[in-house]
């Protein structure tokens, strides 16, 4: 069930506030666990924010439609959105979200298994944040198990926690 009922939506003439609200209403989604209602609205607000030339809103919609394509198992999508919204951060200079889609890009590589690369986006990630004095996002990004101290004795290890570490991040498997 949407924030905002539909109806109420049709009477927003303003394009950019309709996107916004596609996109709210797909956060609100994504929070209740809703994933194909968020991605459903996640994608509209993203095709509607491309459309406006709006490079906040792209980003946002890049940021949690990859979020939800992560929790229904379509990862590889999941990575190309990710590695989308770095890209738009990068090119805009935007070091603060870029900070978190870096983190985010890099949970998602490590549930694939590639722990080298989470480990170097992770790394990427809190040397951004580290300017802004985000100790959240820090310590957030500090608790996903990438492998920074990848040994040929603990990589077994932290390859069974890329496939099994759910319970920790909230990941598929487990419920917000």
């Not at 999941?78 to 805009?92: G, I, S, Y």
Request: charged share 20%; glycine share 6%; with cysteine.
């Amino acid at each position: 069930m949407p924030i905002v009922p539909e109806h109420v939506w049709s009477k927003v003439e303003d394009p950019v506030t309709f996107a916004q609200c596609q996109y709210v209403a797909g956060l609100a989604a994504l929070i209740r666990h809703d994933l194909d209602e968020a991605a459903t609205l996640l994608e509209d607000a993203l095709v509607r924010h491309r459309g406006l030339g709006h490079p906040a809103g792209v980003a946002n919609s890049l940021m949690y439609l990859a979020t939800a394509y992560s929790l229904l198992g379509r990862s590889e999508e999941a990575v190309a959105l990710f590695d989308e919204c770095r890209q738009l951060c990068e090119a805009r200079n935007d070091r603060w979200f870029c900070s978190y889609t870096l983190s985010v890009l890099g949970i998602e590589v490590w549930r694939q298994g590639d722990l080298k690369r989470a480990a170097e986006l992770e790394q990427q990630a809190i040397r951004l944040k580290q300017p802004f004095d985000d100790r959240l996002g820090i310590a957030i990004t500090e608790r996903v198990p990438t492998g920074l101290h990848l040994t040929a004795t603990n990589a077994p290890y932290l390859a069974a926690k890329a496939a099994r570490g759910a319970h920790v991040l909230a990941m598929p498997g487990s419920r917000w």
